[in-house]
């Protein structure tokens, strides 16, 4: 059974399949593990799907990282 993004709880854990995608779920997640100021963009969405094994958390932790180098 393929993992839903709309509505299946997303953790750290929770990995980034080929079925991803850019769902309010998903965002909930990301705002909630980031910060109130969590945005996508399009090179970080090309990023999450460029088919390299990763975790919602490696997500989550790649978005912080990239955020805080433009501080």
Avoid at 1 to 14: K, Q
Avoid at 33 to 49: N, P, Y
Avoid at 51 to 56: C, E, I, L, V, W
Avoid at 57 to 62: F, L, P, R
């Amino acid at each position: 059974m393929s993992f839903d993004w709309h509505s299946d709880a997303i953790t750290r854990e929770t990995p980034v399949t080929a079925t991803y995608r850019n769902t309010q779920n998903v965002r909930r997640f990301l705002i909630n593990a980031c910060g109130a100021e969590f945005k996508f963009d399009r090179a970080f969405m090309a990023w999450i799907k460029d088919g390299t094994p990763r975790t919602m958390g490696d997500v989550a932790d790649e978005w912080l990282r990239r955020h805080r180098s433009r501080s």
